[in-house]
């Protein structure tokens, strides 16, 4: 477990499928913020999660793409965080609530470490288990719910398109708003692209509404050249991209959206590709594209990581 202390920076060398990497990094954003991210040799989608902290309960949002505690020790991670928490700030009864940025199964895949974990409740990850635990009541997904973790009140957002339970968490104390899966540097799959706009045009609003530090979403694929990606799949990634994007980017992931409103398929940009409603030849193509990068990575890994 890689520990860095530092205070509110982004300048990270996250993991990205070297050699010998740590299964977790820990990178300590602030004293009550806390990213995580798997590495890509335990799984290639190698999601960011998220461990925010206030007085009475922390929140966890999503648990990865491994199961296994023993090749993804999440649970064992995040409680030695807690703990540590809790040294500098002792009390009982600390709650942990595990919910999900949505619901795809590199997102909850490690919910089964947090069973049975005292005062630990892990949400469901069905859109009515979501609206419900949050308390949207009729609104969703188009209004805002405020959700207290003890002198730390975050925004949530509905934000389907990718995922019918697909929500967008704001943190005013740090200003972050993460994404999900909804706008992040790499494949925005919006499989409900009404929905997909209309979630755009609400984080935009919002943004333009609040101070927005950084947009963060929970993987990163796209090189850093315009308009590059890596194959789906691919298990190293020496040139990507930093996590973060900004409230300007946002906007541009919002306007690139209208503008290819009603052609489906793959539409290509600096930051980001649109899989608008995409069809089987599309996604046919992307597989395609991430087994001839595996096979290519067998037989000449310099090669491979070039392409």
Known sequence: ????????????????????????????????????????????????????????????????????????????TVDGLIA??????????????????????????????????????????????????????????TSTVRFELGGREL???GSPGHHAASITVYDPATGILLTGDTV?????????????????????????EHPVTHVIGCHVEMRNAPGRDYPIGSQYHPDERAPQMTPAQLTAVRDAAVSVAGRRGVHRFDDFLIYNEPRKRDMYRLLA???????????????????
Request: no cysteine; net charge negative; hydrophobic share 45%.
């Open 1 to 76: 477990m890689s520990q860095a202390m530092t205070d509110r920076s982004l300048d990270v060398a996250w993991v990205h499928g070297a050699p010998g990497e740590v299964a977790i990094q820990v990178h300590r954003y602030d004293a009550g913020t806390v990213i995580l991210r798997q590495s890509k040799r335990v799984n290639y989608e190698a999601p960011f999660l998220f461990l925010l902290f206030g007085a009475d309960r922390a929140l966890l949002l999503d648990t990865g793409a491994t199961e296994d505690p023993a090749l993804f020790p999440l649970r064992e």
């Open 84 to 141: 540590e928490w809790l040294e500098r700030h002792p009390r009982e009864g600390y709650e942990l609530v595990v919910a999900h940025t949505h619901g795809h199964g590199d997102h909850v895949a490690a919910d089964a470490q947090f069973a049975n974990r005292p005062h630990t409740t892990v949400v469901a990850r069905e859109a009515d288990a979501v609206r419900e635990f949050f308390d949207f009541g009729e609104e969703w997904p």
């Open 155 to 157: 925004t949530i957002l």
């Open 184 to 208: 992040l540097p790499g494949r925005l799959y919006a499989f409900d692209f009404p929905a997909f706009q209309d979630t755009l045009d609400r984080l935009v609003a919002f943004a333009a």
């Open 289 to 307: 594209r991430g087994l001839t990068h595996k096979a290519l990575a067998r037989l000449k890994p310099k090669a491979a990581a070039g392409r």
